[in-house]
């Protein structure tokens, strides 16, 4: 990590809603462990929304997310990746890096309160983001 200033990311977490409702906290551990495990300083984890999938993941028809952001460098997202890769707990995740000043719909926000601005906008965004990505 020579010095380099951490970046701000969002990342998706998506697990089996049956995992989550039996076995909420050992899954925000395995969560929390694997962004340890990559240098990440988190600045909020929590549960976004339960859902039915548009198709089938890992043989699953529904997933819960879970909203997480974090700073880290950038060579640590591909660690990230890898380990939920490896996981069994985890089905998939989608990262981000968050723009300073600036949310995925243009408008202003603050950069020390970026989950304020996702919760104002509710899971419809979630939504539209995972039609296109399917």
Not at 59 to 88: H, M, N, P, Q
Request: overall charge neutral; charged content about 35%.
């Amino acid at each position: 990590m020579s010095g380099e200033k951490k970046q701000l990311y969002e990342a998706m977490f998506l697990v089996d809603s049956a995992v989550a409702v039996s076995d909420w906290e050992a899954l925000n551990d395995t969560i929390r462990k694997i962004l340890d495990r990559n240098r990440t300083e988190v600045v909020s984890q929590r549960k976004w929304d339960e859902r039915r999938l548009a198709y089938n993941v890992k043989g699953k028809s529904r997933g819960t997310y879970i909203l997480c952001y974090f700073r880290a460098d950038g060579e640590s997202i591909a660690g990230i990746e890898r380990d939920v890769k490896l996981s069994e707990r985890i089905m998939r995740v989608l990262i981000l890096r968050v723009m300073p000043g600036m949310t995925g719909s243009g408008e202003e926000e603050s950069a020390s309160e970026p989950v304020a601005a996702v919760e104002e906008k509710g899971p419809q965004k979630a939504e539209k983001g995972a039609e296109k990505s399917g």
